[in-house]
C-alpha cells in the first residue's frame, strides 16, 4: 500500500514540475502555476481509484482459500436451532428456550464478524447480524421480536408464543441448512 502512496507522491510531483517551466505566449509564469492546480482534481481521482482498487485486490486475496460466507456460521447456527426446536417439542419452558437460543446464535454471529456491544439493542443487533448469516430478514426480524418478548415483557410466554417460536425456527433452520452445503 505504501507503493502506491509513493507513486502517486511521485506522479503528482511530476505533473507539478512539468508545469513549472512552461511559458507561452500570452501566460504569465502564475499562470501556468494555475494550469498545473487544474490537474490537481484529476490526480486526485486517479489516487482514490488506484488505492481502492488496490485495497479491493487485498481484500479479495485476503478472502481466498477461505470457506464461503456463512458456511461454519450456518451450520453452527441450524446445530443451535435444531436444539432449541427440540426442546420446544419436549414441552420446556418457551421463555427460557427462545432466550437461550438467542444467546447462543449471538454468540455464533458476533465470533463471525457481527458487531453487538452492550450500547446495542437488540434490533441494532440484528441489522449487524444480518451481513454474517445468509437469510431473510423477515424470519431474523420475528425471532429477535420473540426474544424481546421472552427477555422483557412481563407476561406470560405461552404456547401461542412457543408455537410462533418453533415455526420461525423451522423456517430458519431449513434456510441454513440450504446454505451451509
Known amino acids: 500500500m505504501s507503493v502506491v502512496v509513493a507513486g502517486i507522491v511521485y ?7 512539468s ?6 505566449p500570452g501566460f504569465r509564469v502564475g499562470q501556468s502555476v494555475d494550469a498545473a492546480l487544474s490537474f490537481v482534481p484529476l490526480a486526485l481521482v486517479l489516487a482514490l481509484g488506484v488505492t481502492s482498487t488496490v485495497w479491493a485486490l487485498q481484500r479479495h486475496r485476503r478472502t481466498q482459500g477461505s470457506p464461503p460466507p456463512g458456511n461454519v ?12 426446536l427440540a426442546s420446544l417439542r419436549r414441552g420446556t419452558d418457551p ?3 427462545i432466550i437461550n437460543c438467542y444467546r447462543s446464535l449471538t ?15 437488540a434490533r ?4 449487524s447480524s444480518q451481513q454474517v448469516l445468509s437469510v431473510r430478514r423477515d424470519a431474523v426480524h420475528r425471532l429477535t421480536g420473540l426474544f424481546e418478548i ?15 417460536a418453533e415455526a420461525t425456527l423451522s423456517e ?3 434456510e441454513l441448512e440450504g446454505t451451509a452445503g
Open 95 to 97: 421463555r427460557s428456550v
Open 124 to 127: 441494532e443487533f440484528e441489522l
Open 107 to 121: 454468540e455464533i454471529l458476533q465470533r463471525s464478524g457481527a458487531v453487538n456491544s452492550p450500547a446495542m439493542t
Open 172 to 174: 430458519l433452520r431449513l
Open 19 to 24: 508545469f513549472r517551466g512552461i511559458s507561452t
Open 150 to 164: 421472552a427477555r422483557y415483557s412481563n407476561r406470560d410466554v405461552g404456547r401461542k408464543e412457543a408455537s410462533e
Open 11 to 17: 506522479l503528482l510531483v511530476v505533473i507539478f514540475n
Open 73 to 84: 456460521e450456518s451450520k453452527q447456527a441450524a446445530s443451535v436451532i435444531r436444539g432449541a
